[in-house]
C-alpha cells in the first residue's frame, strides 16, 4: 500500500462513524437506507460517509436492480493491514 493510500484509509477511519459503518459491513454488504436505521445519522449523511469510504478504498458497491449495496472492500482492508504489519516489523 503506498504512503498516499494509506493516508486516505487512515484519514477515513479517523472518524468514529465510519469505524462504525464498517463494523456494520462486515457482517455483509447492505444498502444505504438499511445502514442509516442501525446508526443514529440520516441517510444523506451515511452517502458522505460511504462516498470517503469508497475513495479511500475501504468499501465498494455494486448494484442490483435498483439498489446500491456497500461492503467492505477486501484489497483494501490487506493493504491497509499489509501497511500496519510493515511498520511493527520495523519497530
Do not use: C, F
Not at 37 to 48: C, D, F, N, Y
Request: avoid cysteine; charged fraction near 20%; glycine fraction near 10%.
Amino acid at each position: 500500500m503506498s504512503n498516499h493510500s494509506a493516508e486516505l484509509a487512515l484519514d477515513a477511519l479517523g472518524d468514529p462513524m465510519r469505524r462504525r459503518i464498517l463494523e456494520r459491513l462486515s457482517a455483509g454488504a447492505l444498502p444505504v437506507g438499511e445502514l442509516a436505521e442501525q446508526l443514529p445519522i440520516g441517510r444523506p449523511a451515511v452517502s458522505k460517509h460511504l462516498r470517503v469510504l469508497t475513495g479511500a478504498g475501504l468499501v465498494e458497491h455494486t448494484t442490483r436492480g435498483t439498489r446500491n449495496l456497500y461492503a467492505l472492500a477486501p484489497e483494501g482492508q490487506v493493504g491497509l493491514q499489509q501497511w500496519i504489519v510493515s511498520l511493527w516489523d520495523d519497530a
